[in-house]
Structure formats: structure tokens, C-alpha cells
């Protein structure tokens, strides 16, 4: 493995890309491979398209897409103006995109391939400009802009952690922050990443995980990335193979299916030296599996949006199923109680983190922001955890009501809120139930005089897939307190 250079640490994401080998395999998306030369020429072309358009320093800029190339080369353009992406995915049904955009609140909302067909719907979105990757790219470029000059501290991406309008959650991310990560992940012990490493890149680019972990930091190591548009089992397998892949991360479920899978050839995972699994707890029987039958051993870690994400990795150390490893180096991590004192040796606490990867806090919510982050930088987290005597962090429940679907979360609350706009439902209440498939399934206990078939269209028209309800059960009568808290561990049971 080649080891990548990583002196000075610069400033901006934007540059991360700039002094690779020009003629080495930046990108793969199908049967499209894109050189880093190839890469900078575009990302230079579409930069002066959007500052041509008017997107310059601060900028709030909505980036729609999937895992292809058009993403990538847009976000280095938007970063590059000195402009702050905020990505989501362009299979959102409307109402969804509708409602993160009123999150964010975007100048610019730039649409990658998979996304163009939002164009015709564009005056119905809070969005004033609307420009498309495509059609900039086929523009000839006016002048030659160089990188806008950042300071580590200045925001680079705006990601979403909640969709509700009411209860937002639009967390503020600056160049450091994703830039210490990724130097702990590349300089990380005994694995690293360098530029021979090939990742195959699966988990969506909207989300933290995908974004930095797998995308950013395989490209500041030099190394390839094999982009993925959305999970197949047999195409992922395929592709893992054919391609060589390095360095592997996925979620549980992923993970799951990859060892389940009835046509792998023995030596499709030959090539893999390095296997993660995040997003949500992996079970020991998946570990089991997976070293069984590839010979290869999963490390599990932890981490949050708010965190840039990694906060704890079994990266380099020896796994231990069922934990998420030890913290990294440089970041600091506490059990407390709900006072914040911390708790004895031994005994499960929330679990507390600073370190130089938490994010900025939540745009435009100080209230919001001050509830989980202290001035001195400890952000906490809403999970419990417990430490072990060699320094090992489980997680043992969570103070957040937040549901995992396949590593993705979803948020009680926000699904609610779309039962309740259908004109029979009384009354709504959503909970996390396991599932065998996905880790968590949405369950949905609903009062009203509804049939349940149309219950779930009106859902999936407004929701994305993994955010619908798998579950419904219709109710005389909700659990509420009388203050009409909802009692959610009574449908848990």
C-alpha cells in the first residue's frame, strides 16, 4: 500500500483532490472511469458555471443526488467558491425535498443527473435558482476560477439529521472538522489508506458515513472510489470483485445479506484488507457469519452526524463483537449521568464526546444546539454506553426514540407528522421494531377510521422508502400520559 502524503493539512476539503496523480483512477461510476486530472478539469468547469450563476463565499447550496459522479464533481465545485453544501438524495418524494429545503434554506440548488427531473417542478420549491450539473457541464467555461481561500473553522456542509419542520435538525459541519477525521482514518494504526486502497462506495454520499468516511478520505489518500447508486446484493458482490476492492464499509444489514448470499465465489472478498460495519449495532451472529465465510474480520465503530462522524473504532485494534471499539486519538469520550457526573468503572452512562471532529451546532437553533452541546465542546450524545476494562465502548440503549433502518435514521416524530396530515387519522404513534433484514423496522399504531392500504400509499408518497412504515396497526386508543406524553416503550413490547 502506497502511504499518502498528508502535509500540510489543508485548509479546505476543496483541495483535497488537487495534488493527486493526475492519471490515477479517481472515480468509477458504471462503466464511466474518471482520472483525478480528469476530476479537477470538471470540478474546475462547473466552479466557474456556478460562480457565473452567482454562488460565491457562505452560500447556502442544496446539492441533489446520488452516488454517481455528478455528486462528487459538484461538491468540490460548491466547496471550492468557498460555499457550504447541503446534499440530500434526489429519490426524496417532493413534499420531502419541499420540506428540506425549508430547512436549509438554499440560494443555489444544484441537480446532478439522477435529479434532473425535479426541473420541471422547480417553481413549487423555496428555492429561487436551480441549476443542472449536466447542463453546466455542457456550457463552455467563461474564465478560469481559482479555489476560494477558507479558514478551517468556516462550514463546508449543512446535513440533515431530522426532516420535520418543527423539530429540524440541520447540523453545521466546517472543513476541520471532516478534515481531522479523515486524517485520523488515513493515518489510523497498522491500517490506514493510501493509494492503492479501492473503496467501494455503497452508503449514500447524503449521509456523514458515506460522505467522509468512505468518499473524502479514500480521495485525499490518492486511493479509488466505486460508486454505487443503491444496494443490490448480487451487483455489489460483483463489483467488489471485478474491481479489486481494498477497503469495504457498510451497514449491518449490508453486511447481512453479503454473507447470506447464495452466488459469492470464494475469492470475491480475497482483495479486501480492511471491512467496516456502522450505522447500527451489528449482531455477533453477522461477525460470526462474515468471518466464516470470507475470512474476514468486521470492524465496528461508532459515530454521529454530529461528530464528522467517528467517535470510537476498531480500526487497527482487535475487534470485539458486539462493541464498537475504543475512542480515537484525540477524542475524548465520558460515561455521565443525567447530571453529569460521571458515573462508576463499569457502569452503563450517556455517552459524552469532544473532540475536534464535533460539529458547529444546528442552524439557526441556539436553543436547540445549547441542549447538547456545552461551551467547552462536549457534545452529548442521547446514547448509552458502557466501557470495559480494557477501554472498549458498547452501547447498550438509546435516549433518543430515533429508529435504524439499515443504517439510516429515522425519526418518530417526523413520520407522525405525515400520518397526521391524512384526514382519518386521529391520532399516530411510531416506534422501532427488530427486523430481521433491515436491524429496525417503522411501526406505526394509528386511531382513526382509515384503511391501512391507502394509509400506506398516502406514506410513501410523501416519504422516503426506508422512512414508510413496514407495520401498521390500527388502535381504539393511543398510550399517552395525561399530559399527553406519548408512552412509547407500552408498543414496544
Known sequence: MSAAHLNPVPRSL?????????????????????????????????????????????????????????????????????????????RNPMPEVERKMTSVRPSVTVLCETADWLLPHAEALPCDQFVSVSQLDAAPAENDVPIAQVDGDDLAFLLLTSGVASESKVAMLSHSNLLWVQSAIIDGPKVGLGSDDIALCILPLTHIFGLNVVLLSTLRAGGTVVLQRRFDVDESLNLIGRHKVTTLSGAPPMWQQWAQADAVNADTFATVRYAASGAAALSAETFDLVKERFGVELSEGYGLTETSPVVTSSRGVPSKPGSVGVPLDGVEVVLVEEDGTPVEPGDAGEVVVRGPGIFKGYLDAPELTEQVLTDDGWFWTGDIGVFDADGYLYLVDRIKDIIIVSGFNVYPSEVEAILMEHPNVRGAIVVGVADGLTGEAVEAHVSGQVDVDELDQFCRDRLSRYKCPARYHLVEELPVTAHGKVVRRELRQ
Do not use: H, K
Open 14 to 90: 476543496a483541495e483535497i483532490i488537487e495534488d493527486q496523480d493526475a492519471g490515477a483512477v479517481a472515480l468509477i461510476d458504471g462503466a464511466t472511469t474518471v482520472t483525478y486530472g480528469e476530476l479537477r478539469d470538471r470540478v474546475s468547469r462547473l466552479r466557474s458555471g456556478l460562480s457565473a450563476a452567482g454562488v460565491g463565499p457562505t452560500d447556502r447550496v442544496m446539492l441533489i443526488g446520488e452516488n454517481e459522479a455528478d455528486f462528487v464533481v459538484a461538491a468540490f465545485a460548491i466547496l471550492g467558491l468557498g460555499a457550504i453544501v447541503s446534499p440530500i438524495r434526489s
